[in-house]
């Protein structure tokens, strides 16, 4: 159902640059693109839908849905947000650089992203030493796998 | 007791057949086999899947509680999950998977939000098809004290069996 548009806020700082809002917009108006070590997503200036799936999968709360003319204000005030428009259009965008996995060299997370989730770890588990840090998921499984098997081939002595 | 999918190691053949029943099951593998060498000819096959971990990492960093520890095991609700990607980053075996929804939507912006993928030990089966597929007996469904218990009763007979008379 279409209503009166909405304008999209979003906190830059507080983004970390996960897929959610790409993934969960229904119509695909956030998009997502990866070319080398750079991650980009292309937010719309604003938004007729009646929806606000991407504002509550948003896990850092930084998109917010402003009315009009509050929006200039945000706009004004906020010259990173007028910055970040792109040129011939009412979108904006927002780049990450991907973090490279230690072992493979392949671009695989945020900075930010892996920070939130060492944070999130962190707080229930008291050690901070973890062998697949800055590993990529199919490095961590190489690295998995290499300690087990080592005891079984200790044990065959081919 | 929880149970979860347990490996032994030296049974695996590295026939992939975990792999093919769980893609066939439920149209992309959430069991990754992959043989590892030792440079000296010899080579062991390790199906890496979920852990089923006491503390798991993955729903720690979950934002939406999409992921959760029950007594009988994880849980995932899909209708919950956002599609961040946190979990994935947070496994420490890599065992969580973003499935990738197809290619181009249109526009020149691929597509790469997907749906998470993770072992649930096949909810409303008795065994979860790895198991029941496996034809080394290498992936057991069990829980980790009788599994542990029967490993020490294998590596017990063998001890006990008494040697071969000398020729």
Redo the contacts between chains.
Sequence with gaps: MNKKPVYLEIDFDKCIGCRACTSSCPNGFIRLSETGRQRTIVFPESCGMDCQACVSACPEDAIRFARAQEYEEVRKNKEKQAERVISGSSEFELCFELVVCRKCKRPFATEKELKRVLEAIDAEISSSEYAWKGLCPSCRRDLLREREARAVLRVRKF | MTKAVY?N??HCIACKACELACEREYGEARV?V?V?L?G?????G?P?SCRQCE?P?CA??C??NALGREVDGLKFDSGLC?????C???????????KK?GGG?G????????TVVRCELCPGKETPVCVATCPAGALVYTDCESFGKNIRRGKGKKCLKPSPAPL
């Design positions: 490996v190691l030296s990754r992959e590892v030792n000296a000819g010899g080579g062991v390790v890496v503390t990492f720690l960093a934002p939406e956002s599609d961040c990607g946190l994935v980053l947070a496994c420490p075996f890599g065992a969580i998977e973003l929804a939507s526009t020149s912006f691929l597509n790469l939000s997907g």
